[in-house]
């Protein structure tokens, strides 16, 4: 820097080189490098003070001959390892290979990360599009049904005071009233499906959520199934909707029992770790077709002669609209299902 300036080198460029120069001379140099450094080192502090300004030219010489004395010292190293030059590049082939494997291998990882991610976008894409059309169709035939469903459960009601029990008549008259019973039940799914994102939030004990979805389920539902519960002490509260979060634990329950036809286990397991909190409903009932995995919470889809295909669509509903997730996993037929509810400790609304 500094002999390359001119007859009158700048004096701060001249100090740089100085100090650059003294940081090289702490190294490790053979003799004569480090008389070639001590003489730059003089010739710059002339420079510096202006005493020899025609000096450049012989310091330009000195950096070129310890730069020459440098390289030669390398080369002197290189020859000394005394390693043929064909080891010398199968070593550079095998160190290219690896370095292309290593690209190639993580280029895979991410093609296949993006994959995933897009799959996945897709999926939702076309989830919320059913839900539109979904949302459309309840928002037009909600009330004229929900009024004539009304009128019907009411006749078929006051009917029955009519008829004594026991008759066929009345019987007639109840399989009305629970039919319209589930129409009804169809239809505020339907609403509660498509309706806003607003969530009403607290905080809520996972324990007590759990001990009151369990003793729902026992209430509603006879059955010889033996229901388990692995809840451990101490957990964090949630920030979630109470409503909502006791109604994806007693569906995930109930369906559950009816996986395993009322004789089998069910095991409600809670989980905390890593700011989130999840809910683990396991069976070993008839289990799911892996082909069949990607569709189980699609609007309608149901394995089950009496089952409408709205239970898990609203339960994963849920889930997002508290930003978290439910996840499913099977190994197949006969062999059992674990539906997982995640949800974040922190309150994280997506409405949309």
Known sequence: QCALLGAVPDARRCREARRALLELRRREWRPESRALLDRILAMTRELADGRRPDAAAEVRRSVNRLKQATIARVGEEVRSAQVPTHRRAVRLLVAACLAALGGAAMFAWFYCRLVRERQALEERVRRSEKLGAIGTLAAGIAHEINN?????????????????????????????????????????????????????????????????????????????????????????????????????????????????EGKGRVRLAVRSGNGRISFGVTDDGRGIDPDLLHRIFEPFFTDRESGVGLGLTLCHRIAELHGGELTVESEGRGRGATFTLVLPLEATDHAS
Not at 231 to 238: A, D, K, N, T, Y
């Open 148 to 260: 004539p469903l009304a009128t019907i459960s009411m006749s078929a009601e006051a009917l029955a005071e009519r008829i004594g029990p026991g008759t066929e008549e009345r019987e007639y008259l109840r399989a009305i009233q629970e039919e319209t019973a589930r129409c009804r039940a169809i239809i505020g799914d339907l609403s509660d499906l498509t309706r806003g994102g607003a969530i009403d939030r607290e905080p809520v004990d996972p324990e007590e959520i759990c001990r009151e979805a369990v003793r729902i389920v026992l209430r509603s539902r006879e059955t010889e199934a033996a229901l388990e519960t692995e809840i451990p002490e101490g957990l964090p509260l949630v920030s979630a909707d109470r409503g909502k979060l006791l109604q994806v634990l007693v569906n995930l329950l109930l369906n559950a029992i009816d996986a395993t």
